[in-house]
């Protein structure tokens, strides 16, 4: 796979010019509050910074910190509306969804703002009100056609199987774009690329993956998602050099959980059990700080990676029971049948296939709960969806 040069070290200015401008920028606008303790706008400005860092690193410290930075603000100047509507954000990130309610709430006139009522739009969706929330992105849109909320519906629309529609309000998004929103674009054509992924057509699926690299270079999150491709076309070499170069520069457990998933399923076994090992360590490091935002990759690593099906049930549940949506419904449904409890397992699969949600890996997933409980009919009937979808649908996958 020579041909896809997607990530080379020459092509790495644009992601880490971005991440020492926001450094320096932090930095020096901390030495301004500390200089001027009262200085609400610098103060607010700091934490934006501090949180836009974070979404660049991706690491749970920086999420952390910026946090506790937000709190202190807060109790320092009260809930003034932009500290609160940015800890609505961390939080929706951090998957606190009551959390991001409360938040809103704290600023009175907050929840009436096109920013707020966009979460709100976001909560419906995680919460299982699909409907809900394709109306309400739809509203958002005729007021004020933004990209980002225009990126949502696109995203909606993918997930209920609207892929053509899905990506062509991915374009949309990237025209109403300007320049200097490389990372933007860049992250839109990953949700373009991740379409053509689903669908198992790799060759489309590479040509956004080399748009994003070169319109914002040296991004983990786009080498995180070519090394998803190699390991798909069965390049394993090549993904995993990929996945550990993101582990050197994150530290990020779900990717060291990747890696050694990518041991597992190319029959290195021991191999794999440092990195799940190091995964494991950081999930449980983070639970226990109270974090609920690694839920879904404890059920996930308990049901298949090292099996544990009560473990693997009993984080999954947790999980639906924050954000009932058809993505913790089918984990749950998996955890379920892992653990052998086949008729529960129908039933959540039943729940979350009632959504209308079209998803080779779901359905192949039900397909086997449902030929596992004698029910034939039902399991070839969605044995045939996955392949409609997407015939690779059972190739290496990275849990997002």
């Given amino acids: 796979m020579a041909t896809h040069s997607v990530v080379q070290d020459r092509q790495v200015a644009g992601f880490h010019e971005d991440l020492l401008r926001a450094e320096n920028e932090v ?74 309610r409360r938040d809103l709430q704290m600023a009175p006139l907050l929840s009436g703002r096109f920013e707020a009522r966009v979460l709100l739009a976001d909560l419906a969706f995680q919460e299982g009100r699909y409907e809900q929330s394709r109306r309400d992105f739809e509203e958002l849109i005729g007021e004020n056609p933004t990209w980002d909320v225009i990126a949502r519906l696109a995203h909606w629309k993918g997930k209920f199987g609207e892929i053509d529609e899905a990506d062509r309000l991915y374009e949309q998004a990237e025209d109403d774009l300007t320049a200097k929103q490389m990372l933007s674009y860049a992250w839109l054509e990953l949700q373009r690329g991740m379409l053509d992924f689903n669908r198992g057509r790799y060759d489309e699926a590479w040509g956004h993956y080399r748009r994003a690299e070169a319109s914002y270079p040296g991004h983990w999150q786009t080498t995180e998602h070519c090394a998803e491709l190699f390991a798909a076309e069965c390049d394993y070499a090549q993904a995993e050099a990929l996945l550990k170069q993101i582990i050197e520069r994150t530290s990020k457990p779900e990717i060291q959980q990747a890696l050694g998933e990518l041991y597992l399923f190319t029959d290195r076994p021991d191999a794999a059990q440092p990195w799940l090992d190091r995964a494991l360590t950081a999930y449980m490091d983070s639970v226990g700080r109270g974090g609920v935002h690694y839920l879904h990759h404890l059920a996930d690593f308990f049901a298949d990676a090292r099996p544990h099906p009560e473990e693997a049930v009993q984080w999954a549940e947790q999980d639906e029971r924050m954000r009932p949506n058809f993505s913790t419904q089918a984990a749950l449904a998996w955890a379920l049948y892992r653990n052998g409890r086949i008729e529960e397992a129908q ?38 969806l996955a392949l409609q979808i997407n015939p690779k649908h059972k190739r290496f996958r990275i849990h997002h």
Wanted: with cysteine; glycine share 6%; charged share 30%.
């Fill in 347 to 384: 039933s959540y699969f039943g729940l979350l296939l009632d959504s209308g949600v079209r998803d080779a890996v779901i359905y192949s997933s039900a397909a086997e709960v449902f030929e596992t409980a004698g029910d034939t009919v039902s399991g070839s009937l969605f044995a045939d």
């Fill in 27 to 100: 930095l020096s606008l901390t030495r301004r509050c500390q200089d001027h303790p009262e200085d609400l706008q610098s103060r607010v400005r700091l934490v934006y910074r501090m949180f836009h860092r974070a979404s660049l690193t991706g690491r749970m410290c920086d999420l952390e910190q910026t946090e506790g930075a937000i709190l202190e603000t807060i109790d320092r100047f009260g809930p003034k509306e932009d500290l609160c509507l940015l800890k609505a954000n961390l939080d929706f990130r951090l998957h606190r969804l009551a959390e991001v």
